[in-house]
C-alpha cells in the first residue's frame, strides 16, 4: 500500500507559478515511478507529467513542455511539479499517481498503469 498526499494547489493569476508536492508513505518511494494527472470539470483525466525511479528520466504532455518540471526528493518521500508561467486552461484538480511496477527507467502516462492515487488538490488560474 502506498498513501500518497498532495498539497501546495491555491489560486494564481495567469503568468504565475506554483509548486505542488505529493508525499508518500507505505512503500519504497525510491522504487516508484510517480505522475501527476489533471481533471478540469467536464473533461476527462489528463497526463501532465511523470518521472521514473531510476535515472530521474521524465515526460510531459505538449501542453506543459517548457513551462511544468516534474521532480522527486527520495530522501522526503516526496515529488513535486513546479508550474510557471500558469494558463487559465491549467485550472483543474492535480493528483499525483504512483505506479509500482514500471522498471527503472519508465515512465508511463496512462491512468490505468498507475496503482495508487492522491485526493487531489485545486488548481485556479485566473485571467
Known amino acids: 500500500q502506498v498513501q500518497l498526499v498532495e498539497s501546495g494547489g491555491g489560486l494564481v493569476q495567469a503568468g504565475g507559478s506554483l509548486r505542488l508536492s505529493c508525499a508518500a508513505s507505505?512503500?519504497?518511494?525510491?522504487?516508484?515511478?510517480m505522475g501527476w494527472f489533471r481533471q478540469a470539470p467536464g473533461k476527462e483525466r489528463e497526463f501532465v507529467a511523470a518521472?521514473?525511479?531510476?535515472?530521474?528520466?521524465?515526460y510531459y504532455a505538449d501542453s506543459v513542455q517548457g513551462r511544468f518540471t516534474i521532480s522527486r526528493n527520495n530522501a522526503k518521500n516526496t515529488a513535486y511539479l513546479q508550474m510557471n508561467s500558469l494558463k487559465p486552461e491549467d485550472t483543474a484538480v492535480y493528483s499525483c499517481?504512483?505506479?509500482?511496477?514500471?522498471?527503472?527507467?519508465?515512465?508511463?502516462?496512462?491512468?490505468?498503469?498507475?496503482?495508487?492515487w492522491g485526493q487531489g488538490t485545486q488548481v485556479t488560474v485566473s485571467s
Open positions: 499517481a504512483a505506479d509500482v511496477n514500471v522498471g527503472g527507467v519508465g515512465v508511463t502516462t496512462t491512468p490505468r498503469n498507475y496503482d495508487y
Open positions: 507505505g512503500s519504497t518511494f525510491s522504487r516508484i515511478a
Open positions: 518521472i521514473s525511479w531510476m535515472g530521474g528520466r521524465t
